[in-house]
């Protein structure tokens, strides 16, 4: 009997969820752009210290509609969230559990239960999430903007800059710095934005594991099959698409049974350990077979996995410095800022060439 999966729409809509919060922070930017720009009786280049003290005066209407705007976008967050840890969450359960039994050739009852225990951990983590979000982002916010003032001010006065140019870095700096959200114990500053992403990745992969394996600690089955992908860090690379364990390592009706913690289980560099792209499904030896290795995957040696692995990190560095330059053309764009707006956009045509080269060079990087 093959194994099959079931993922469903959980990872696109997790990634939704993610989402969410990048719109967030664009949708404050411009907020505070457009206010920026607001014409009120002084300008920034002929009364610098005038216009200064108006927007400061403004600011209490800035900070009621941006409180407005991450109360609407919580709503949506909460709401995917909870779509995608109880209903998507509970139906990869559910299909693992009725193939186990198949396998089995036995019955046990779904834990229906189960769904309300997610739901009630998903409401808990976006309450949680979005709770210091909307306590630490409004006075970030107004943080932000008297720097902003201050800076813009400076520049001008100072005879740095114009008032386009000193407006323009001034927005970018603060672009570029992030909302904070709060700073860790190791000192390390989180934006609202990164530490909401990283709630819901982190959050979203465990319960993901959990309940793929779930089914096999209610059937009492400890043998699991080790997904496989183009792409595999050192102590993955030899665990693809092989029989493993949470156990100890032994032999089952001649199929080798490779044990986890020989390889790191979940520590940082180690199997399932932070970023591993990789994941259990419950396997009955004797009864489930595994699933046909794709085209990219059947002939890989472990160092060309490795070699993957690498090149699947540029990859993903070329796509993230194709994101942040299309949030500065938005940037650009509500800032009337032309001559920057048409410069980022040639240096988004340069990393979009880059990266289909890279594709070119090595199609596995968009295969998993």
Partial sequence: MKITENDGKFWIKSKEVEQVYHD????????????????????????????????????????????????????????????????????????????????????????????????????????????????SLPPALQKGFKQALEKAVGAVVGGISDEKKALTKAVFEMFDNGFTAFVDRGGRTWTAERYAQTVIRTTTFRTYRELKEEPAEEFGIDTYYYSAKSSAREMCAPLQ??????????????????????????????????????????????????????????????????????????????ERAIKKVKDNKQIAKALDNTELYDKLKLRERTLRSSKRELIEKNPFVLRW
């Fill in 24 to 135: 967030l922070t664009i949708e404050l930017m411009i907020n505070t752009i457009k206010r920026l720009k607001q014409r009120g009786n002084a300008d920034l280049l002929r009364n610098p210290y005038v216009w200064q003290l108006e927007k400061l005066n403004d600011m209490h209407l800035l900070t009621e509609e941006n409180v407005q705007t991450i109360a609407k976008y919580s709503d949506i967050s909460e709401r995917l969230f909870r779509d995608v840890i109880a209903n998507e969450g509970f139906e990869i359960y559910k299909h693992g559990h009725e193939q186990l039994a198949k396998a089995l050739e036995t019955t046990t009852n779904i834990n229906y239960g189960l769904q309300k225990s997610l739901d009630a951990m998903a409401r808990q983590t976006m309450y949680e999430t979005n709770n210091l979000i909307n306590t």
């Fill in 241 to 318: 698409h092989r029989i493993v364990t949470k156990g100890v390592a032994r032999t089952i009706n001649g199929e080798r049974v490779l044990s986890l913690p020989d390889y790191g289980l979940g520590t940082p560099g180690g199997c399932l350990g932070i970023n591993c792209g990789h994941y259990l499904t419950p396997f009955v030896i004797g009864v489930n077979y595994k699933p046909r290795l794709r085209e990219d995957v059947e002939n890989l040696t472990e160092e060309e996995l490795k070699q993957n692995a690498l090149d699947k990190a540029k990859l993903k560095s070329y």
